[in-house]
């Protein structure tokens, strides 16, 4: 059977057509209005440069946003893939109880977030909330998690791991099931223990799957909203605002869509410089068999 040249194309079009429409267009759109001050309710748009740029590096709140977002980033992220890892490590070693750790450490995938969310606003709950009770049993008082600046943040970013981390469990016990059985044999007859066996056999074979998993949960982790928003709505005084969120509020709670434009696109080149550093970085250190 042949093919005509154009039929790829053709099937593929569709796909392309969507594509441009919900990311292409609103990507360029929203760069337009960036450089704009668009009034949302008449339509109206006047050039005004970088002014909205301006606007927002003097802004104390923008740059609130933007170090509890890396703080966010820089917490959630390492401890979601640690744990993913030492968990699938645990889990491929516990015999029959696997699926059973399986399907519970796959259970916050699927959970939705407003679900997860509400469940946390009862965990966190600080005259009756579980883990507050728990931290008594040691004579500890727990804080006002979501209502008090020092640790609304610490909670969002809990609740971020408690998320994130068991769908790295999955794609790390993916990677150790490809992982020659016969590489641990030869080093146990050299006397290797398990520490040597992770760090030169583990670690290194697993390495483009932690490639994977740092790269995508840490756009992700840029990503926040959800919690924020059902949780502490940004609060309190603007302690676990983050960038994302940032970006809501301007454009539908304040109606600063050009400002809020801005920052978005902000967003991009900063998101998009640290997936460059990412790969860069791990081109280096991924080992392909």
């Known amino acids: 059977m042949t093919y005509k040249r154009w039929e790829p194309y053709a099937y593929i079009a569709p796909v392309l057509v969507l594509f441009a429409v919900f990311f292409i267009f609103p990507f360029f759109y929203s760069l337009f209005i960036s450089f704009n001050d668009w009034n949302i309710l008449t339509g109206g748009k006047i050039f005004v440069g970088l002014k909205n740029y301006r606007t927002l590096f003097a802004s104390k709140i923008f740059g609130l946003s933007i170090r509890n977002t890396l703080l966010y980033v820089f917490t959630q992220m390492p401890c979601s893939v640690i744990l993913g890892f030492l968990y699938a490590v645990l889990v491929e070693k516990s015999g029959r109880a696997k699926v059973v750790y399986r399907l519970f450490f796959f259970i916050p995938v699927v959970i939705s977030v407003s679900a997860a969310s509400l469940s946390f606003l009862t965990i966190f709950n600080t005259m009756h909330g579980p883990l507050n009770t728990f931290l008594k049993l040691f004579g500890i008082t727990g804080p006002n998690w979501l209502n008090a600046p020092e640790s609304a943040l610490p909670a969002i970013i809990i609740i971020g791991v408690w998320q994130s981390f068991g769908y790295n469990v999955i794609l790390y016990m993916s990677g150790l099931k490809q992982i020659d059985g016969q590489l641990y044999e030869a080093a146990d007859l050299d006397g290797a223990?398990?520490?040597?066996?992770?760090?030169?056999?583990?670690?290194?074979?697993?390495?483009?799957?932690?490639?994977?998993?740092?790269?995508?949960?840490?756009?992700?982790?840029?990503?926040?909203?959800?919690?924020?928003?059902?949780?502490?709505?940004?609060?309190?005084?603007?302690?676990?605002?983050?960038?994302?969120?940032?970006?809501?509020?301007?454009?539908?709670?304040?109606?600063?869509?050009?400002?809020?434009?801005?920052?978005a696109t902000l967003l991009f080149v900063f998101m998009l410089a640290a997936t460059f550093v990412l790969v860069r970085h791990f081109q280096k250190t991924v080992f392909y068999k």
């Open 193 to 263: 223990s398990a520490l040597r066996k992770t760090v030169s056999i583990t670690l290194p074979l697993l390495s483009p799957v932690s490639f994977f998993v740092v790269v995508i949960t840490t756009l992700s982790s840029f990503q926040v909203f959800a919690t924020v928003q059902i949780l502490t709505n940004g609060g309190p005084n603007n302690a676990s605002t983050v960038w994302v969120f940032y970006i809501w509020r301007e454009a539908f709670r304040y109606f600063e869509t050009s400002t809020a434009s801005s920052a």
